[in-house]
């Protein structure tokens, strides 16, 4: 039976970020932060806001597009690797936000690989359940929270925001269609993860191997550490290997790839990525000049965009593709309808 993703949504803080204003806090520059990274600027959400925050304006937007009310969701799931709290989940806060019924709400930890590892839960969700009809599923994070303002290698490149998707059956239980309007049906999703390279991305302590202490917060270990040299080698190895893999099993080449939506970490890894693919720069989303490596709700964010630019038309296929901490990795193929 399909499973389509019929509404799709997204939100970032007002609060602009520029390379030039970095430069006032660490040793860096705009010129440096550019041809390195891509990025401009980013967004930083308030001292107020946390992430089911963030989540809960993209989930109004795409409930809005889905032309849905929080009453026909039978299921929340929230990707995050920045919870409220590190319990209850993030999804449950978000339920109460939304004033759902007392539906099923969970989080899901796959870092910056949250949205194609997520859809898989949703779209599975979906065919074992009768009952279940519609998923929110939102990705959401607030990096400033873990971003080491001092360490000029990563804060310059992570920033806020949330992306969210409606994600639902061809028809209900009771035979219902879902709402006329653009549709992307998953037509496969690919997952991979290997935790021997568990260390490369991690936030070290706050959790129970390194619960926090006062050693813990005078060595900085509730940051966001990266082994950025080798972090670039393997996305660009991994994420080429894995879109080649998903694109072989549903007998297509990437010149039928109308749109690539690849993670937003480095504008280098995407031009690598895609070059080895052979996809060319007008097809592909570019998000992270303006909001930075937001991670797992990057995919979410720039699909939202795309949708909502209208350069999505029908029967068009797009290939998602995400690499995280973990590692891990994975690959989404939708089909607009
Ligand atoms: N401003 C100025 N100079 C800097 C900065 C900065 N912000 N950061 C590093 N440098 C310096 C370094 O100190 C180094 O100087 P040196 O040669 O005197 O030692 C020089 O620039 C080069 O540093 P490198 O680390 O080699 O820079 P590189 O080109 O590798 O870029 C970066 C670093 C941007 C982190 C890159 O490695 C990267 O993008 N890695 C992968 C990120 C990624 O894929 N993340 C995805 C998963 S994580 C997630 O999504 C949440």
């Known amino acids: ?44 959400a308030s001292e107020e806001e946390a992430s089911s925050d963030l989540c809960y304006h993209a989930s109004l937007r795409a409930l809005e597009a889905a032309r849905l009310g929080p009453e026909a969701i039978d299921l929340i799931l929230v990707a995050t690797i920045t919870p409220d709290t590190p319990f209850p989940a993030t999804a449950c806060y978000l339920q109460r936000c939304l004033n759902c019924r007392p539906i099923p709400a969970l989080d899901i930890n796959a870092a910056c690989s949250g949205f194609p590892y997520g859809l898989h839960l949703a779209r599975q969700c979906l065919l074992g359940d009768p009952h ?76 129970s191997r390194r619960p926090a202490s006062p050693q813990t917060v005078e060595g900085r270990e509730h940051f966001f550490r990266m082994d950025g040299k080798r972090v670039f080698r393997e996305a660009v190895q991994v994420m080429g290997e894995c879109a080649e893999e998903i694109l072989r099993r549903n007998g297509l080449s990437s010149g039928e790839i ?40 990057a995919i979410p964010i720039a699909l939202d965009e795309a949708v909502r630019s209208e350069r999505i038309a029908r029967g068009k296929k797009l290939l998602t593709l995400a690499f995280g901490a973990g590692l891990t990795w994975g690959a989404a193929l939708l089909q607009s309808e």
């Open 258 to 297: 109308d749109y690539l939506i690849p993670h937003q970490a480095n504008i280098r890894i995407i031009n690598a990525v895609a070059q080895h693919l052979q996809i060319p720069q007008d097809r592909i989303t570019i998000t992270l000049d303006r909001y930075g490596n937001t991670s797992t709700s």
């Open 132 to 207: 279940c009809r519609h998923i929110l599923f939102v990705c959401g994070d607030k990096m400033s929270s873990v971003t080491d303002w001092q360490d000029r290698s990563s804060c310059v490149l992570l920033g806020d925001g949330a992306g969210a998707v409606i994600v639902g059956r061809s028809e209900d239980s009771e035979g219902n269609s879902p709402p006329e309007g653009l549709r992307l049906q998953i037509s496969d999703i690919l997952l991979g993860a290997d935790g021997l390279g568990a260390d490369q991305i991690i936030m070290p302590a706050g959790g």
């Open 1 to 44: 039976m399909p499973i389509f993703i019929c509404g799709t949504g997204s939100y970032v803080p007002k609060k602009v970020l520029t390379n030039d204003e970095l430069s006032l806090r660490v040793d860096t520059n705009d010129e440096w932060i550019r041809t390195r990274t891509g990025i401009r600027e980013r967004r930083i």
